[in-house]
C-alpha cells in the first residue's frame, strides 16, 4: 500500500461544519452491506477493534468497516480525501484532504472530530503516515517536493502552530525530492519512515529517523535508473533494513546509501506485512509470498478487476483488497494469506459404462511440501446420490500424484470431487471431473398418432413405458394449436403395473400430445410426441327455397328462377377465420365448378357467414354449393381441413 499503519479507529459518520456528528450501533456483518467506493482515496487497517477505513476521493467521505468487509459508518466533508493513516496506540486515525488542505484527525474510541489541521500549501497533503508521535504527510509539485509534520500534542490554542513545513533533511539529499511522495511506516520499526520520489523516471527515496525533534537522514539514493525507472510504491520492509519498490525489488541500506538486495517476480505494488510476509498485486491478480521467496504462497484470482490498494490486517489474519466492481470499487476480504494454497487435479474419463470399473486420477502439488502421506477425501455423486456419497480417502504419493477406482452403480452425468482438508501450512482445495455414465434407452410410446375427431370429441391418449429401473411416472402434455394456454401438464403419474396411463383431451383444436419420462438411474430420459386433428364444427342452412323434394337420389330446395337463395353457414369461430364456399352446375349428366369458384367468406365473431346467390332467370338449373374450412387457407391453421355436405338447388318456373 502507499502509507502503512499499524491500526485504524472505530467506524464513525460525522459531518463537519455544515453538518452534525452521527453516530450510530455498529451493525453485524450480516446486517450491513458490503464497504465500496467510487474512487479510492487510501486504505488502512485497526487491529485493536478490528476495523477498515477506506477512503473517497470522488465523494469525500471515509467509510469504515469491519473485518467481514461490512460497512458500518462513514465520514463525510473530507473532500478530495487521498490516504489514511492511524496512530501508534490505535487511537486517531488520520485522513489527508488536498482539495481543502487539510489533515483531519477522528477519534477512534468516541467516533468524535478531534481536530482539523490546516496545512499551508496549495499542494496537498498529499500521502500521510504516522511515526515517531507525529502525522507525516508530503506535498509539492513536479519539481518542488518536500514532507511536513503535524505534531498532535501541540494546542494550536497556545500559539503554537502544530504543523512544521519543509522537513526534508537538505545536507545529503542533493536537490531534495520532487512530486508528492509516497510515506511508509512498519510497525516493527518504530520512528522510521520511508519517502518515494513520484512523478519522475529517475526517482529518488529516503529512509529517515523521525523519533527526535528534526528528520535525520538514515539512507538517501538520488534517481540515476539503477535502481528503479520510477517509483510507485514503497515499502518498508521488516527484520532488516530495507525497502521493497513497486511491489518487486527489495533495496538495502547501509552507510547512508542504497543497494539491490533482491527481488519478487513481477508485480505493481505491495503491502508488506509485520511478519515479513508480502502481499502483491500483479495484473489481475493477488499473490502472497513468504519473505524473499521468488514462488507465491496464495494466488487469488480476481478475473478482470482491477485492485487499487491492499494492506494486511496487523495480526497477518487477512489482506483487504479494493477491488474494482459495477463501476467502483468493493472491500474485499482474503483469508488465509499466509498459508500456502495447492494446485489440485483431478482426471476422470469423459465417458464410462454403468456397472464397469473405472479409474480417476490426479495431482496435488504446492509451492510448499506437503506432508507427507496427505489423505484426500472423495465423494461421488449421482442419480442415486443426489447429496453425495462419501467413498475411501486416498492416500497421496511421494510425487504429489493419486489414483482410485469406482464401479459407478448409477448413469447419467457422475460428478467425482476431491478434496484435501488443508494443514497447518497449507489451505483447503478441492477439485472435481465429471463422467458421462451410460444409461439404457427406456420404451416409450403413445397412441392416436394422426387420427382425425369431429370437434369436441373427448379423446383418450395413452402412454406405454416399458422396463425401468426405480422411476415409473410419466408426464401427458396437451399443446392445442393456436391456444391461449400452451404446453399444459394434463397428468402425471405413476404408470399402471401393465406400464400404462392415459390422460382425456378435449379435442377442439390440433393438438400435438408429449409422453415424457425423466430417466431414472439406469435408463435415459425419453419423450415421445404424437398429433391428434380434430375438425370443426360446420352447417349450413339454405333460406329463400319454397319447397324440397327429390331429383333422382338428392333432396334438392327448389326455388323460382328469380329467387336468390341464401345460404347461411355456422362454423367454430377463430379471429381471422373464413369459410369456403364451393358452387358446381349440373349439365349434361355432370357437375363443373363454375367461374369464380371457390371463394372465401369472412365468419362472423358468432362464427356466422351468410352467403346470397344470385337466381339463374332461368328454369331447368340444378347447382350444389358446400361451405368447409380449409386448414392453412381459411385464416388459420388451429384444426384440421372440414369439408361441409352438398347442399343442392333446383330453379323452376
Known amino acids: 500500500m502507499r502509507t502503512r499503519s499499524i491500526s485504524i479507529a472505530t467506524a464513525v459518520a460525522v459531518l463537519f461544519g455544515s453538518a452534525a456528528l452521527s453516530l450510530g450501533t455498529a451493525a453485524t456483518a450480516s446486517a450491513a452491506p458490503a464497504a465500496r467506493v467510487t474512487t479510492p482515496g487510501g486504505l488502512a487497517v485497526d487491529g485493536v477493534v478490528k476495523r477498515v477505513f477506506v477512503g473517497d476521493s470522488a465523494n469525500g467521505t471515509v467509510v469504515a468497516a469491519d473485518y467481514s468487509g461490512a460497512v458500518l459508518g462513514s465520514i463525510k466533508g473530507v473532500t478530495g480525501v487521498s490516504d489514511l493513516a492511524v496512530s501508534d496506540d490505535g487511537a486517531t486515525v488520520y485522513a489527508a484532504a488536498p482539495e481543502i488542505h487539510e489533515i483531519w484527525a477522528i477519534d477512534a474510541s468516541t467516533l468524535g472530530l478531534k481536530a482539523r489541521y490546516t496545512v499551508p500549501t496549495t499542494t496537498g497533503p498529499r500521502h500521510v503516515a504516522f511515526s515517531g508521535g507525529k502525522v507525516w504527510f508530503s506535498y509539492g509539485d513536479q519539481w518542488d517536493g518536500n514532507i511536513g509534520s503535524v505534531d498532535p500534542t501541540v494546542d494550536p490554542a497556545s500559539g503554537t502552530d502544530p504543523v512544521t513545513m519543509e522537513q526534508i533533511p537538505a545536507e545529503g539529499t542533493s536537490v531534495g525530492i520532487w512530486g508528492q511522495a509516497l510515506l511508509d511506516t512498519d510497525p516493527t520499526q518504530p520512528g522510521i519512515l520511508a519517502v518515494g520520489e513520484t512523478g519522475l523516471s529517475t526517482a529518488s527515496m529516503a529512509v529517515l529517523d523521525v523519533s527526535g525533534g528534526k528528520p535525520a537522514l538514515v539512507a538517501w539514493h538520488n534517481g540515476d535508473y539503477s535502481l528503479n525507472s520510477g517509483i510507485g510504491d514503497i515499502d518498508l520492509v521488516p527484520g532488516g533494513k530495507q525497502v521493497l519498490v513497486n511491489g518487486k525489488d527489495r533495496d538495502a541500506y547501509a552507510d547512508g546509501a542504497f543497494k539491490a538486495a533482491g527481488s519478487y517476480p513481477n508485480g505493481q505494488f505491495a503491502d508488506v506485512a509485520s511478519n515479513g510476509f508480502l502481499a502483491q498485486v500483479n495484473g489481475s491478480k493477488i499473490l502472497t509470498y513468504q519473505p524473499n521467496a521468488t514462488l507465491p504462497l ?331 374450412y380449409i386448414n392453412n387457407s381459411s385464416g388459420d391453421n388451429v384444426n384440421s381441413t372440414t369439408y361441409g355436405s352438398w347442399k343442392y338447388l333446383y330453379f323452376s318456373n
Open 298 to 628: 496464495h494466488t487469488y484470482d480476481q478475473g478482470t478487476a482491477q485492485t487499487a490498494d491492499l494492506a494486511w490486517a496487523p495480526d497477518d489474519s487477512r489482506v483487504f483488497a479494493l477491488v474494482s466492481a459495477d463501476g467502483g470499487y468493493g472491500l474485499k476480504v482474503l483469508t488465509g494469506p499466509t498459508l500456502n494454497s495447492p494446485t489440485l487435479t483431478v482426471n476422470a474419463p469423459s465417458s464410462a459404462t454403468r456397472a464397469k470399473k473405472l479409474t480417476v486420477t490426479g495431482k496435488l502439488t504446492a509451492t510448499v511440501p506437503l506432508p507427507s502421506g496427505a489423505r484426500l477425501q472423495v465423494t461421488r455423486t449421482d442419480l442415486d446420490s443426489p447429496s453425495g456419497k462419501a467413498l475411501p480417502t486416498v492416500t497421496v504419493k511421494s510425487d504429489g500424484t493419486y489414483s482410485f477406482s469406482d464401479t459407478p452403480p448409477a448413469g447419467g452425468t457422475v460428478t467425482y470431487k476431491v478434496a484435501y482438508a488443508g494443514d497447518a501450512g497449507h489451505s483447503a482445495v478441492t477439485a472435481s471431473d465429471k463422467v458421462d455414465v451410460s444409461r439404457a434407452s427406456a420404451s416409450l410410446s403413445l397412441n392416436n398418432n394422426g387420427k382425425v375427431y369431429s370437434y369436441g370429441t373427448d379423446v383418450t391418449f395413452t402412454a406405454h413405458l416399458g422396463t425401468t429401473y426405480k422411476n415409473r411416472t410419466v408426464e401427458i402434455w396437451a399443446n392445442p394449436y393456436g391456444g391461449d394456454k400452451p404446453n399444459k401438464l394434463v397428468r402425471t403419474g405413476t404408470v399402471s403395473s401393465g406400464g400404462n396411463i392415459s390422460a382425456k383431451i378435449d379435442m377442439t383444436r390440433d393438438t400435438e400430445v408429449t409422453a415424457i419420462f425423466k430417466g431414472d438411474a439406469r435408463y435415459k430420459s425419453k419423450t415421445v410426441k404424437v398429433t391428434g386433428y380434430a375438425k370443426v364444427k360446420n352447417s349450413t342452412a339454405v333460406t329463400k327455397q319454397y319447397k324440397t323434394a327429390k331429383i333422382g337420389s338428392h333432396s334438392y330446395y327448389w326455388f323460382h328462377k328469380n329467387t336468390d337463395p341464401v345460404l347461411t353457414t355456422t362454423m367454430t369461430y377463430y379471429p381471422g377465420r373464413k369459410q369456403r364456399m364451393d358452387m358446381q352446375v349440373y349439365y349434361a349428366g355432370s357437375w363443373y365448378t363454375t367461374d369464380g369458384s371457390p371463394q372465401y367468406f369472412k365468419l362472423a365473431s358468432n362464427g356466422k357467414s351468410g352467403v346470397r346467390l344470385e337466381a339463374p332467370g332461368t328454369s331447368g338449373i340444378k347447382v350444389r354449393m358446400r361451405s368447409s
